[in-house]
């Protein structure tokens, strides 16, 4: 997805393919199973894709208009709103254990990301871009994704993963379609639109509708959200693995960061191994 970005994909068009694919990828869960409920709760799915929609809007929004490094740290703080949201709209009790690996969680994905979107020049860094936009909009980002990982949990006894899932995700897809007009080409008469990001784009949003479905899948069947976001949490410490082992694949420079951002990421790691051991042990 980054890459595709580099290559001139948009907000509006990459939300718009990531939710086309993840609604087409997500048909299969009917063979899960589940029950269309009474008219008088038909509002909830498409509420939930609702928040769906808008936390992929707040984070594309945020990621491109401010540094990664501060974006990705407020957008881990969904993993608290979690927490925080399954107490009060479900009442299942959040253990000390579980608050405390939430914590580890938040804090090792900032220092994960520390530094990574910093822009350098000479010996110094220069400041981030539109801190408080980005700030903004990444807070939102997490408060929406958080309502929606919530929402499934709660709603998913009744409808069943089957049912509430693949049509949650076929409302975001239906939304989607008010980003057409946001999307408008502006080129010069007999100007051809580039194609350069089209295959990193596709493959992007069918990782990111794979993963995504894998994920909220498993909230729906188990009911777990909050032990599902710290564990969904590794992502950011395979990220740099990525990064640094197969980064210069996808023409990404991050590999070549010097060892002040290394030893940061070293303390971010070893906090994120500890809420993993935190709640694989619980």
């Not at 579980?98 to 804090?107: G, Q, R």
Request: hydrophobic share 55%.
């Amino acid at each position: 997805m980054k890459r595709a970005a580099d290559l001139g994909a948009n907000v509006w068009r990459t939300t718009r393919v990531i939710n086309y694919t993840t609604a087409l990828l997500s048909a299969p869960l009917w063979l899960l199973g589940g029950a269309i409920p009474s008219a008088s709760l038909w509002w909830q799915p498409p509420v939930a894709g609702m928040f769906f929609f808008a936390g992929q809007i707040f984070t594309l929004l945020a990621l491109s208009s401010g540094d990664v490094s501060v974006a990705t740290p407020v957008l881990g703080v969904k993993i608290l709103l979690v927490a925080l949201l399954t107490a009060v709209l479900i009442g299942d009790p959040i253990g000390p254990r579980l608050w405390t690996a939430a914590v580890l969680s938040s804090a090792a994905i900032a220092l994960l990301n520390v530094h990574t979107g910093a822009r350098t020049g000479g010996t110094h860094a220069q400041p981030h871009t539109r801190a408080g936009t980005t700030i903004a909009l990444a807070a939102l980002g997490a408060t929406a994704y958080a309502c929606f990982d919530v929402l499934v949990q709660k709603w998913s006894p009744v409808w069943g993963t089957g049912r509430v899932v693949p049509i949650a995700m076929a409302c975001a897809a239906a939304y989607s379609l008010s980003l057409r007009w946001f999307d408008a080409p502006r080129r010069a008469p007999g100007e051809q639109m580039s194609p350069a990001y089209t295959r990193w784009l596709i493959g992007g949003a069918v990782c990111f509708a794979a993963q995504g479905l894998i994920f909220i899948s498993s909230v729906s069947l188990y009911r777990q959200a909050t032990t599902a976001n710290v564990l969904y949490s590794s992502r950011g410490l395979w990220s740099v693995i990525a990064v640094w082992g197969i980064g210069h694949w996808f023409t990404n420079p991050e590999q070549h960061l010097g060892a002040r951002v290394l030893a940061w990421r070293l303390v971010g790691a070893i906090l994120l191994l500890a809420a993993l051991l935190i709640v694989l042990v619980d």
